[in-house]
C-alpha cells in the first residue's frame, strides 16, 4: 500500500492538496515522509535495494526469522 500511495502522490504536483492528502493517510507524518513519497514506487524500491546493500533492511532479517518459526 505504501508504494502505492508513493506512486500517486508523486504524480501529483506540489502544494498544499498533495500534502493533505499524505496527512490523510499517515497522520501528521504524512508531512515529514513526503521526500520519501515523492520519489514514488521506483524511488521507494531502490532506497530499499541501498538499505539492503548498506545491511540496513531490518524487515528482511524479521522475515528471514520468521521462517525458522
Known amino acids: 500500500m505504501f ?14 492538496e498533495k500534502t493533505a492528502l499524505a496527512i490523510a493517510v499517515f497522520g501528521r ?18 532506497m530499499g535495494a541501498e538499505a539492503e546493500r548498506l545491511g540496513l533492511d531490518h ?5 528471514q526469522a520468521g521462517r525458522g518459526l
Open 3 to 16: 508504494a502505492d500511495v508513493a506512486e500517486a502522490l508523486s504524480r501529483m504536483p506540489e502544494g498544499a
Open 29 to 46: 507524518s504524512g508531512a515529514n515522509l513526503m521526500p520519501f513519497l515523492n520519489s514514488g514506487r521506483d524511488g521507494l524500491a531502490e
Open 59 to 63: 524487515v528482511g532479517d524479521r522475515r
